[in-house]
């Protein structure tokens, strides 16, 4: 069960796009379109963001989405607003029957 | 509105024994499965346990199998996690969180506050 690969950091200023990728196996991301994303605050709990790959929850807004492509996810942020500074995490679901968390990547907006 | 309200946690000394709880309203309880994630100070999330609505359904993640159960009970809108034998890498602050659906294999939707459990000597 190791942790999915998120890189540590991204920034952007207001107005731009990111992307945060997420890279797992075939037994993982690869093999499951159970892809989930998560936003946390600091001192706060996580909020889902997407889930099934590129789905959002009611509220979300649709300047969040996902998409995956072989072993790696991606979460897209367009119009990047201050409030998006965040921590946010993927989640995949795995063929051990767990959940695997990626290593979280810290989004600073510049 | 969900609520998960988590406790339980606190003080142990490596080797012993702590049970968690977690109290659910807002929705009714026996239809989504329940999870519970932890999260070490100043780490990452780490998934440990989920259970099926109906408990027919368990997994837990290698570092804590054979350690931690999981339970709930559907009449009480509870989810429990008895932690035996528990060791200093278990210290983290331990989050409640509902499923999206009856199975483990759906995300887990909303979540509590956590409850802090801090292992040492």
């Known amino acids: 069960q190791s942790a999915l690969t998120q890189p540590a950091s991204v920034s952007g200023s207001p107005g731009q796009s990111i992307t945060i990728s997420c890279t797992g196996t075939?037994?993982?991301?690869?093999?499951?379109?159970?892809v989930s994303w998560y936003q946390q605050h600091p001192g706060k709990a996580p909020k889902l963001m997407i889930y099934?790959?590129?789905k959002r929850p009611s509220g979300v807004s649709n300047r969040f989405s996902g998409s995956k492509s072989g072993n790696t996810a991606s979460l897209t942020i367009s119009g990047l607003q201050a409030e998006d500074e965040a921590d946010y995490y993927c989640?995949?679901?795995?063929?051990?029957?767990?959940?695997?968390f990626g290593g979280g990547t810290k989004l600073t907006v510049l | 509105e969900v609520q998960l309200v988590e406790s339980g946690g606190g003080l142990v000394q490596p080797g012993r024994s702590l049970r968690l709880s977690c109290a659910a309203s807002?929705?009714?309880?026996?239809?989504?499965?329940m999870h519970w994630v932890r999260q070490a100070p100043g780490k990452g999330l780490e998934w440990v346990s989920g259970i099926s609505w109906n408990s027919g359904s368990t997994g837990y993640a290698d570092s804590v199998k054979g350690r931690f159960t999981i339970s709930r009970d559907n009449a009480k809108n509870s989810l429990y996690l008895q932690m035996n034998s528990l060791r200093a890498e278990d210290t983290a602050l331990y989050y409640c969180a509902k499923g999206w659906a009856g199975v483990v294999i759906f995300p887990m939707h909303y979540w509590g506050q956590g409850t802090l459990v801090t292992v040492s000597s």
């Open positions: 099934d790959v590129s």
């Open positions: 807002g929705f009714t309880f026996d239809d989504y499965a």
């Open positions: 989640s995949s679901y795995t063929s051990s029957s767990t959940w695997v």
């Open positions: 075939s037994s993982d991301v690869g093999g499951y379109n159970y």
